[in-house]
C-alpha cells in the first residue's frame, strides 16, 4: 500500500480520509469498525459502547444489513454513524470502475433509504483501491475514508499485540480500524476462518486507551463536527 501525507479536499487521486486534524482544544480518537453488522460481534460492541455513552461509525455491507436488519435497526437507534463498506466484501480493485461506480451508487441509494439518513462516508474492502475506483466512488458523492491505526482483529493473534498496536499510534485525531463482523464467502470475501476473538473485551480495551490518553472516543462525524479531516494518499 502506498501512503503519502497531504492535506486538502481530496483532489490527487487516492486522497483519503485517513486522520481528524483536531479542533482548538479537543482531544478525539475515532472508533471506526467494519464488515458487520454480525450477531455475537455487533451486538457485543453495542453494549460496550452504550456502557460507556460512546458511539461510533460503522461502515457496513449490504451483504449483511440484508441479512441482519434489526442489528442495523440497533445500531441506528443507538445512535451510531452508519458508513458504507460496499455491497460485498470484493476487492474493488478486482472489479472494471464502471462497475463499482454503479454498484456503489446503488448500495448507497439502498442503504440511505433504508436508514432514512445520508451516507456520507465509503471504507474500501481491504482498504483497496486504485485511482480509478477512487475516482469511481468520488463519483458517487462518498469520501473515502482509510485509518491511522489497525486493531488487527481480523487476524489471529493476541489481544495485548492488538491493543499494544493501537495504544502506540492513539493520539488526538487517529482513526482507529476494528471490527464487529468478519466477512465470509457469503460476503465476498476469501480470509478463511475468523479469528478466535472477544470483540465487546477489545472494544473495551480501546475506550481504556482513550481514557489513559485523555482522548474522547466518539464517531468520525463527532471529531469532525470542530475538526477538520486529514488526508493522505492512498493506493494499491
Known sequence: MTDVDGHGGGQEPGESVYAVEPGPGERPVVLTYDDGP?????????????????????????????????????LLAAGH???????????????????????????RHELEDTIGREVRWFRP????????????????????????????????????????????????????LAHDGFATAADGA???????????RLSQGLIGIAQSKELTPGSLGQALAAGQP??????D
Do not use: N
Open 38 to 74: 454480525e450477531p455475537g460481534g455487533t451486538d457485543v460492541v453495542l453494549k460496550v459502547l452504550a456502557e460507556h455513552g460512546v458511539t461510533a461509525t460503522f461502515f457496513v455491507l449490504l451483504s449483511r444489513t440484508r441479512r441482519y436488519p434489526g442489528l442495523l435497526s440497533e
Open 125 to 176: 474492502p481491504y482498504g483497496g483501491q486504485s485511482a480509478r475506483t477512487w475516482q469511481a466512488i468520488c463519483g458517487t458523492g462518498l469520501t473515502p475514508v482509510v485509518w491511522t491505526a489497525d486493531l488487527l482483529d481480523w487476524m489471529e493473534t493476541t489481544d495485548e499485540e492488538r491493543l499494544s498496536g493501537v495504544l502506540e499510534r492513539a493520539r488526538p485525531g487517529t482513526i482507529i
Open 190 to 200: 476469501a480470509d478463511g476462518d475468523p479469528p478466535r476473538i472477544d470483540r465487546g
Open 81 to 107: 454513524e452508519i458508513g458504507l463498506h460496499g455491497v460485498d466484501h470484493q476487492r474493488l480493485t478486482t472489479l472494471d470502475p464502471a462497475h463499482v461506480a454503479q454498484r456503489t451508487a446503488d448500495a
Open 230 to 235: 486529514a488526508t493522505r494518499v492512498w493506493l
